[in-house]
């Protein structure tokens, strides 16, 4: 632009500032159309609790409409502004902004074009009445003056516990101590929603402990931090799992976390006409019961095993599990170890075998998406969370937010282009691949891994060294399904043999509402629904469209049933959102959800 | 100014350049004339291992041209600039440098007046061959490829756990694993020195756990972090002990650092000729047998209680005890109560007695400084460790190099004119302690606490609530030595009477070179001398000046033996240095020692 031009052209923030005040103006008057107006045709809202308390994305002036005839009134938001200064590129105007509504306080996420507003994240981040107690707000921990049979923090905190599931009850129960139930816990608790996570295994961080010994997290650090605490400069990229769990296990006691372990929920109940769950736990041979308000489960992404069933497992002499009840390669030595599956528990587990000498052949039944680490690192999520991230300014609450702002209806046109570098930054790579007959996909858009997990949670591999094994050809490939097992062999539909003194299952997890079944029964998972996945019409994620997770931190078609989990950093964001929704139900704040998802498939 | 005087007068930045820019030129033409001459006539130079491989404070030109005569050389200075835009006020220019040696980044402060130099601090950051694995350095974790015969982290750790103290020496073992020798651990363990903490309670934090059930930390959090790991947004500002002794617990864990329970030092004996100690440690019924090159004591400067002696003690029929042994207030609801003391100790103790309904006196033999914890928190240290410096900016690394660039000899100029304030701000409350008779004082120079704290380690009270008990007499207080015991009560030298079912002895902690005395004979403990105290002539801190805290965080007289100590700041701005000293000497970077001190006091 020339000199003359800037002074004629109104700056970023004044073109954004225009937008907000009218888009303010017309919320203030309730005038709908004229709000709706001040969106492009192809548009995307995307809210999270500030006005739908829901997480609803809707999309163009309708949705837009609907969303606002719905909640004005009662939300009655106000004070749009930016937080910094807009940016701008490529035509697009960005913003961070600030709002408020009648009960809360909210930031959020403005994409501008000529035409109108492209994308708006909206997403409530506090109660105005019940702020975090944190900052300027954090407790001060000792009472100071004098206070007559005072009782130590700690007394306080063992009666509390000894209360708690007897004579208090929670109002949340969550099942699931894994780092969703920690992350949702802490959060509670810093809210002071009583609350109640409970764990099966012995101790917090067991989730990961028993896993395979050569399991480190594939997701670098700056993604995973836990809510207030993050990991230290000094916490490597990669943390091994016996490290992710020595530090789940201490954020649970130094954040406070009201969390059982050894203990096993058998069965719950809701009562429609009084609003209450009936929640039994097995504990230290005791059977107590629980009656919270609310019920989330958080048993994880990888909870339900996926076993499947083939003729002949019964005559298998050999060993075989699956790939969550595998102990690692020790025992292996020297066998014929044969893996069913070509995803990331696979390659994981076959490498590990063959790093302790087994014989390992891999059994791939359908394509399988592998991104080497560093170019994921690198061009993935380097902008966002990073050390150059970090250095350059970039906060978690930012790096997530960010990432919330994507509508998942776009978010493949921005994924596809990182996905074209990769391929072209690790061609030689994939060329060895290809030659090894490793059967290689992009995502069915191209658009790669974080869509391939956000649709179905599955189907890729975080390449950190054994996709040059199979390339090599020091792991075995072999393609096609299983068609039965002998006494020592499997035996692929082809009729190729593999002889096996182990066979592994990785063939993945379920959905979560096959825990809503299993305690509740099968007409609450049913009417519940699906949990994960987008409706995408891609491979195992079929539609309609649903615009958001089905079920994930939102209002379920079950009151008083919830779903929360995810990788680390969903852990770690969505749990604020849910944590808030728990708060105002606990303080009596209306909750009006708009736009309720429905059920479209089972599971 | 006027604007035109603007133009003439040199800016902040252009007159600490120049005055750094001399000084470089002086130092790479190694005439220490010139560099001695920018140093006002009345200066200090505060060195922080970087030139001196010491802890060690210089005054005037001399005193920078006998530093510089003796290390000049050998450390080859270079690269002094200003980290950030320099400020100015009070015709003070104050400016925050970066600077270069032959093995060493640097970091420091400036104050310059129009005479030269007035305060320089120069400390050492980090070795250039070894800098610390973090932020951009932080280790991979999970090692990526395929290695055969991989151990995991988890196995790994436990190889190297079993090894440690049997086949694997330690390069440094550091007794006692409080906060001081976790701290220094923690750093050990980042800088890649092998060693081991050796601490005797059972559990990592049980030398907080221990203590009287209402301790809370009196010292604000921002004030208390740890390295690496602060404490989060929502940890309360005064920690329960129970708190801060989880944190310990899980800190030792996920800082990995090597840390030995229920294990008891019962011997150190140094072997002049070859540089080895020989540590024997009873661990589990078993005594093992170390030899490192360095043993720090890290003992605590509340570790070894001072238990006084006074005739009847044996004749006393009521319970008695030191206060680092006193259990808490619960078993003594109804029963009279003896308090000898006036300081932190006796305060909290005093209070929590009086809380659990006993009759509680508190016996004042000397005069005590009292400061409210709030205004200590405002007033003394609300600039650098408070909320509101966060949010302007601050960090706890410029907060400890703010504080470690005042020099001690001058401290006492900025410490009054704080007390002054808080005298005023809290008149009403010092007059009714005042009327109460208790015996208050501001430090032997008005200079308040931490003054008092770095002279004594003793002889104040962070009130938290306990004084005002005392002032209006629901702690009954008396005054005296005591004379003797009797079956039944405590007798002073006036001959007042004070029935007690208790005794407790709030008399304060002894130097930690007692603890060398019990390990390694009292010609060790003779050769190394008293720890603590600056020498500033004032009660409990005779002379002569020593310009640094005697034996802390520095080469001692014994070579191979160290302190490590102090308040959770000192433990965690001091271990770095002292961690960097124990790094060049594992790593063979000559350490010339400039300044060792001289022993002017056996204890």
């Avoid at 295994?201 to 990961?208: E, L």
């Amino acid at each position: 632009m020339t000199q003359m031009q800037d002074k004629v052209a109104p700056s970023a923030q004044s073109r954004v500032d225009d937008w907000l005040g009218r888009f303010e103006a017309a919320l203030a008057a309730r005038d709908i159309d004229a709000a709706a107006a001040l969106f492009a045709v192809d548009s995307f809202w995307r809210d999270l609790v500030a006005f739908t308390w829901n997480l609803k994305t809707v999309e163009g002036r309708d949705g837009a409409s609907g969303l606002l005839a719905a909640c004005l009134d009662s939300i009655d938001p106000s004070g749009f502004r930016t937080s910094e200064p807009p940016t701008e590129a490529d035509g697009v105007l960005e913003a961070w902004i600030e709002f408020e509504t009648a009960t809360g306080r909210g930031k959020g996420h403005l994409r501008l074009k000529a035409e109108g507003a492209w994308t708006l994240l909206t997403s409530l981040r506090e109660l105005k009445d019940f702020p975090e107690p944190r900052a300027e707000l954090r407790p001060k921990g000792a009472r100071h003056g004098a206070v007559a049979g005072r009782l130590s923090w700690a007394e306080e905190l063992e009666l509390e516990q000894d209360r708690l599931g007897r004579r208090d009850q929670p109002f949340v129960v969550v099942i699931g101590g894994g780092q969703g139930g920690i992350a949702l816990g802490a959060r509670l608790r810093q809210l002071g929603v009583p609350a109640l996570v409970v764990e099966r295994n012995a101790r917090a961080g067991d989730s990961w402990r028993n896993r395979y010994k050569s399991l480190c997290l594939h997701d670098p650090v700056w993604y995973d931090h836990l809510p207030y605490l993050p990991f230290p400069e000094n916490w490597p990229v990669f943390a091994p799992k016996d490290k992710i769990a020595d530090w789940l296990e201490m954020y649970t006691r130094v954040m406070e976390v009201p969390y059982w372990t050894s203990s096993e929920v058998t069965s719950a109940a809701y009562d429609e006409e009084t609003g209450y769950w009936s929640v039994t736990v097995r504990r230290d041979g005791e059977e107590i019961l629980l009656r919270p308000r609310h019920l989330v489960f958080a048993t994880g992404m990888s909870g339900k095993p996926n076993l499947p069933s083939f003729p002949g497992m019964d005559e298998f002499a050999g060993e075989q599990h699956h790939s969550s009840r595998h102990p690692g390669p020790d025992a292996y030595r020297g066998k014929k170890a044969v893996v069913i599956g070509s995803n990331n528990s696979a390659h994981d587990i076959c490498a590990a075998l063959w790093e302790h000498d087994a014989e390992v052949t891999m059994v791939q039944r359908s394509s399988t998406h592998i991104v080497k680490s560093d170019s994921l690192m690198e061009f993935g999520l380097g902008d966002l969370y990073s050390e150059r991230a970090v250095r350059s300014g970039m906060t978690t609450e930012k790096a997530d937010m960010a990432f919330a702002s994507l509508p998942y209806r776009i978010m493949p046109e921005f994924q596809i282009p990182i996905y074209q570098k990769i391929r072209e930054h690790d061609a030689e790579f994939y060329e060895r691949l290809a030659k090894a007959g490793f059967q290689h996909d992009w995502g069915d858009d191209g658009s790669g891994l974080f869509l391939k997990y956000l649709r179905r949670g599955s189907g890729y591999y975080i390449d950190v060294g054994a996709a040059d094994l199979v390339a090599n050809g020091e792991i075995r490939l072999a393609h096609g399904q299983v068609d039965h097992l002998t006494r020592d062999s499997v035996i692929l539909g082809d009729g190729t043999e593999l002889p096996a003194d182990l066979v592994v299952y990785a063939t993945g997890y379920g959905s979560m509402n096959g825990w809503v079944a299993d305690l509740c029964g099968q007409a609450m998972a049913d009417r519940v629904g699906k949990c994960w996945g987008l409706g995408s019409e891609t491979t195992k994620d079929p539609g309609p469209w649903e615009g958001e997770q089905r079920n994930m931190w939102k209002p379920t078609q079950q009151p008083g049933l919830w779903f929360h989990g995810g990788n680390l950093h969903q852990s770690r964001h969505y749990s604020l959102y849910l944590a808030l929704q728990l708060k105002a139900r606990y303080e009596g704040i209306p909750t009006p959800v708009y736009g309720l998802q429905e059920v479209h498939h089972l599971s």
